[in-house]
C-alpha cells in the first residue's frame, strides 16, 4: 500500500492512502497545538483496533452478542536504557453472557492480528532520499 504525506499548516500532516486520510498533530510542546493525535498514537491504537475487529468477527460468526465486548490497551516503558521498548497489555472484558466454552478461542482470535503479527516479525525500514 502506497501513503503519501502531505505538510498542512503547524505542526500537521495528513497521510493519503486509497480513498482514506489520517491528519496528525503534534503536542504543544513539540510546537503543534494537540487538536488532533500525534502519529504515535495512531500506531498505538492499531493494536486494540486491529484485535477488537477479529474478536467481533468471532462473534459475528458464531452468533455471540457482542454487548459489552470491552478492549483497553495499557502501555509502557520496559526499559530505563531503551524509550522505545514498551510492554504493551491489552485486558478484555466479555459480555456477560459470553459462552466459556470459547474464551480461549476468543484469545486467539484477538491473537490473529495483523499489527501484532508484523510488529512482532520486526519489519525492515529503508529511508532512502529521490
Do not use: W
Not at 3 to 10: P, Q, R, Y
Not at 14 to 37: R, T
Not at 38 to 62: V, W
Amino acid at each position: 500500500m502506497k501513503i503519501e504525506v502531505k505538510l498542512l499548516e503547524g505542526q500537521q500532516l495528513q497521510a493519503n492512502f486509497g480513498e482514506h486520510s489520517i491528519i496528525s498533530d503534534q503536542s504543544v510542546a513539540a510546537g503543534g497545538k494537540a487538536e488532533l493525535p500525534e502519529p504515535f498514537d495512531y500506531f498505538l491504537a492499531s493494536m486494540p483496533l486491529c484485535a477488537t475487529f477479529y474478536m467481533r468477527k468471532f462473534c459475528q460468526q458464531r452468533d455471540i452478542n457482542t454487548d459489552g465486548l470491552k478492549v483497553v490497551q495499557n502501555n509502557e516503558n520496559v526499559s530505563k536504557g531503551d524509550p522505545y521498548k514498551k510492554k504493551i497489555t491489552l485486558t478484555v472484558t466479555l459480555p456477560n453472557d459470553f459462552p466459556k466454552k470459547y474464551e480461549k478461542a476468543m484469545l486467539a482470535a484477538a491473537n490473529t492480528c495483523t499489527v501484532k503479527k508484523v510488529i512482532q516479525a520486526m519489519p525492515d525500514f529503508d529511508i532512502t532520499i529521490v
